[in-house]
């Protein structure tokens, strides 16, 4: 049974920092594909940030690039994503997603004065 169990979240002010973490299990964690989704009140679920199998290909969407980075640990499946430089909008629940249609439980981020 496929397990992503989200953490790291929490309440911060505007350009200060984050590390979400998604514990995984249930799969061969080393040979898939892990993405960073979120989802702010009264909007779509949106894809922030990919990672490949292997860790060497990275994507993100273009509202986070240059402050948010995405990466694995394959001996603790684990994926991270590390958030500098936070911002109001950046208020979302976030989620680890994996393929073909598994999500976690979220972790809430809120970035406020």
């Known amino acids: 049974e496929v397990d992503l169990v989200e953490s790291g979240g929490g309440s911060v002010q505007p350009g200060g920092s984050l590390r979400l973490s998604c514990a995984a299990s249930?799969?061969?964690?080393?040979?898939?594909?892990m993405k960073w989704y979120r989802q702010a009140p009264g909007k779509e679920r949106e894809l922030v940030a990919t990672?490949?199998?292997?860790?060497?290909?990275?994507n993100y969407a273009n509202s986070v690039k240059g402050r948010f980075t995405i990466s694995r640990d394959n001996f603790k499946d684990t994926v991270y994503l590390q958030m500098n430089s936070l911002k109001p909008e950046d208020t979302a629940v976030y989620y680890c997603?994996?393929?073909?249609?598994?999500w976690g439980q979220g972790t809430q981020v809120t970035v406020s004065s």
């Open positions: 997603f994996v393929g073909p249609g598994y």
């Open positions: 249930g799969f061969t964690f080393s040979s898939t594909t």
């Open positions: 990672i490949t199998s292997a860790g060497r290909i990275t």
